[in-house]
Nanobody, 127 residues
Framework: QVQLVESGGGLVQPGGSLRLSCTAS????????????MAWFRQAPGKEREGIAC????????YYIDSVKAQFTISRDDAKKVVYLQMNNLQPEDTAVYYC????????????????WGKGTLVTVSS
C-alpha cells in the first residue's frame, strides 16, 4: 500500500516562502521510479482541487499550470522517495490545502491525475 505524507505547510506572510515535502512509502519493485510521476495539487476554500505541478520520472522535468509557473518549483529525490514543492512570493490566493500525489505514468500530462493521494498540508498566506 502506497502512503504519502506531506509536511512543511503553515502560516506565512505575503511575499514569503515555504517548501513542502512529501515522503512516499510502500512503493514496491513494480512501482519503480521510471513509471510514476509525482505531483502537487491544491484545493482552496470553496474551490475544486487542481493539479498545479508535476515532475517526470525519467528526465525529472517539471510542469506547472500558468498561475504558479513563476513562483513554484517541483523536484524529486527518488533515492529518498521524496517530492518537494518550493513556493516563493506567496500571496493570499495561494492559501489552500496542498496534496501530494503519485500517478502511474512515465510522463506528466494535463489534466493531472492521481492513483494515490496524501492527506494534505494547509498553507495559509496572511498578514
Amino acid at each position: 500500500q502506497v502512503q504519502l505524507v506531506e509536511s512543511g505547510g503553515g502560516l506565512v506572510q505575503p511575499g514569503g516562502s515555504l517548501r513542502l515535502s512529501c515522503t512516499a512509502s510502500g512503493i514496491t519493485l513494480d512501482f519503480t521510479p521510471d513509471n510514476y510521476v509525482m505531483a502537487w495539487f491544491r484545493q482552496a476554500p470553496g474551490k475544486e482541487r487542481e493539479g498545479i505541478a508535476c515532475v517526470n520520472s525519467k528526465d525529472l522535468r517539471g510542469y506547472y499550470i500558468d498561475s504558479v509557473k513563476a513562483q513554484f518549483t517541483i523536484s524529486r529525490d527518488d533515492a529518498k522517495k521524496v517530492v518537494y514543492l518550493q513556493m516563493n512570493n506567496l500571496q493570499p490566493e495561494d492559501t489552500a490545502v496542498y496534496y501530494c500525489a503519485i500517478w502511474s505514468t512515465s510522463y506528466c500530462q494535463y489534466p493531472l491525475r492521481a492513483d494515490y493521494w496524501g492527506k494534505g498540508t494547509l498553507v495559509t498566506v496572511s498578514s
